[in-house]
């Protein structure tokens, strides 16, 4: 059975689905990425994650290239940067992305990082272009366990969709406090760089011989095993980016792929949980 994540208004997705950081960056290469990120849609990856940042809103551009006659399949994820964030910039931010996602509304839209705006007024802008019909819902990206209560706290603040985090398994730091909180009031996780591609330890995880020994031993891939793993708690939906069909198509399968005990033991011994608290790591 493929695992599945659903958000507070019930949508349910796929908790596999697209980044696109490094997307749009060369045109030599955007056929490619186009083709990947459709390949993804017809095999199930229905989230697709972008943000104005990537590429200098080039990234938006491929996904809108990608969606021409199948927007309906896929569920749009893009991020508007915090000194963007405030009740006039983002309204003009927001339809600057529409514009290049050449749709009329972003399904979930996030604030990228904390700036200097205050939340109350990034909570009042992301609301009204909720009311406007531009985003379906919106949520935040890089908050630790302190910046979602202070969130929560906040008028509106309750309605934040998600909260969209690093997390793979050489940084498992969330797991100590603002996982266990998110899941209990329902706020699903998105999980960045689950290949750990920014990660100083993608390399030890791709060659580490346990990862390796199971991956071979249930006939995956380390990147399967890597992804089925960021996954197998509830309320985790993980956005690998992929610039090749084969990729994609690899990442879609980890969807069905099941971690026993005994294998989660293994890993354990491996890359310990944390046992204390740890500042969230970003990229
Ligand atoms: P990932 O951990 O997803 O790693 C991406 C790398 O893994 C690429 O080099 C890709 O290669 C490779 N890859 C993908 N699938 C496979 C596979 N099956 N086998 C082997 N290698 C594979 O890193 P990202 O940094 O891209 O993170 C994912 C997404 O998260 C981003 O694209 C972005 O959308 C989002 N993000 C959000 C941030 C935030 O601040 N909110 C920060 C960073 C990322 P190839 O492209 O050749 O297929």
Not at 36 to 62: F, K, P, R, S
Not at 94 to 113: G, V
Not at 190 to 199: H, R, S, T
Request: glycine share 8%.
């Amino acid at each position: 059975m493929q695992k599945t994540v659903t958000f507070a208004n019930g949508q349910t997705l796929p908790a596999i689905g697209q980044g696109t950081w490094y997307m749009g960056e060369n045109a030599a290469n955007r056929q490619q990425e186009v083709a990947a990120l459709q390949a993804g849609l017809e095999c199930g990856l229905t989230l697709i994650d972008t943000a104005e940042m990537y590429a200098d809103g080039g990234a938006e551009e491929v996904v809108g290239e990608a969606l021409k006659g199948r927007r309906d399949s896929a569920w749009v994820v893009s991020k508007v940067y915090p000194w963007n964030a405030g009740e006039y910039d983002a309204t003009e931010a927001c339809e600057r992305s529409l514009s290049r996602l050449q749709t009329d509304r972003i399904d979930l839209y996030l604030l990228h990082w904390r700036g200097n705006i205050p939340l109350e007024e990034t909570i009042r802008a992301m609301e009204s272009l909720q009311q406007q019909g531009k985003v379906r819902h919106w949520g935040v990206s890089n908050f630790d366990l302190d910046d979602m209560l202070e969130l929560w706290s906040e008028a509106g603040g309750q309605h934040c969709a998600t909260n969209q985090v690093l997390y793979h398994l050489a940084s498992r730091g969330i797991e100590y406090d603002l996982l266990p909180e998110c899941q209990q009031r329902n706020v699903p996780v998105m999980a960045y760089c689950p290949l750990a591609q920014a990660g100083r330890l993608r390399d030890t995880l791709f060659s580490e011989p346990v990862l390796q020994q199971i991956a071979q031993q249930k006939g995956i891939s380390v990147a399967q095993l890597l992804l089925a793993w960021v996954i197998r708690k509830e309320g985790v939906l993980a956005i690998p980016k992929a610039s090749s069909v084969t990729h994609v198509q690899e990442n879609a399968a980890a969807l069905k792929v099941q971690l026993s005990d005994e294998e989660l033991n293994l890993i354990n011994q491996a890359f310990p949980p944390p046992q204390h608290k740890l500042p969230l790591d970003v990229v």
